[in-house]
């Protein structure tokens, strides 16, 4: 089945320690995303990749990091750094170019704690 | 820059009954897509619709359905019959489908189904 995995379900760190978040999807989409959200928020995007090696800062990409050396694999960094890290994070994939509606799929999400 | 309203951040409805969340965006551009999003208490993001710019038909699935109103910039859901599982935030977001842009999500509304 295609799909997006995103992993653990939860995370739970201690401040002042890193934590990478995994994202992978077999739909051989070329963009991917990394949302975070809180109560009353919506989504806020965090970081986007519109292709391997590349990528984007989004509205809130200070105290994160990402990397895109694979197509399926989208992994984001909570560093030390990001002030309030506690959150659901949830990444998304999609068709890039500018043909096609680009719905964005998206995975289960991650609900990261730090204490 | 795009924005997305949703002025109602919750909403209830009866079992049966009809319910429209509202949805409002800001843009210059001419060509885009809008969708629906629900989440439920999974949290699992889930395309309930979505609308064309450039088609004047609005877009329904089964029990969903969208009344779009470009030259007012509206993009209201309209859930008829609606059952317990519609329990769930309904976001609505935008999409400009040149430049590769991302999605750009409102609020949320939090709508409850009551039996």
């Known amino acids: 089945d295609g799909g997006i995995t995103q992993s653990p379900k939860y995370l739970f760190r201690k401040e002042g320690q890193n934590v990478t978040l995994s994202c992978e999807q077999n739909l051989n989409h070329d963009a991917m995303y990394w949302y975070r959200q809180d109560p009353g928020q919506g989504l806020r995007l965090i970081y986007y990749s519109q292709i391997v090696n590349d990528f984007q800062k989004g509205d809130i990409a200070e105290g994160y990091s990402v990397s895109r050396e694979k197509k399926e694999s989208f992994p984001l960094t909570v560093t030390s750094a990001q002030k309030n890290p506690t959150a659901f994070y949830l990444c998304?994939?999609?068709?890039?170019?500018?043909?096609?509606?680009?719905?964005?799929?998206f995975g289960p999400g991650t609900r990261l704690t730090v204490t | 820059a795009q924005t997305v309203t949703q002025s109602q951040p919750e909403m209830s409805v009866q079992e049966a009954e009809t319910v429209t969340l509202s949805c409002t965006y800001d843009t210059s551009e001419n060509n885009y897509y809008l969708f629906w999003y629900k989440q439920p208490p999974s949290r699992q993001m889930i395309l309930v619709i979505r609308q064309e710019a450039y088609k004047q038909q609005n877009a329904t699935e089964n029990r969903f359905s969208v009344n779009f109103q470009k030259a007012a910039k509206s993009f209201s859901l309209k859930i008829s019959d609606s059952q317990l599982g519609d329990t769930a935030m309904y976001f609505c977001?935008?999409?400009?489908?040149?430049?590769?842009?991302?999605?750009?999500f409102g609020k949320g509304t939090r709508l409850s189904v009551i039996a």
């Open positions: 977001a935008f999409m400009i489908p040149s430049g590769n842009t991302p999605l750009v």
């Open positions: 998304a994939s999609s068709r890039a170019g500018t043909v096609g509606s680009h719905e964005q799929y």
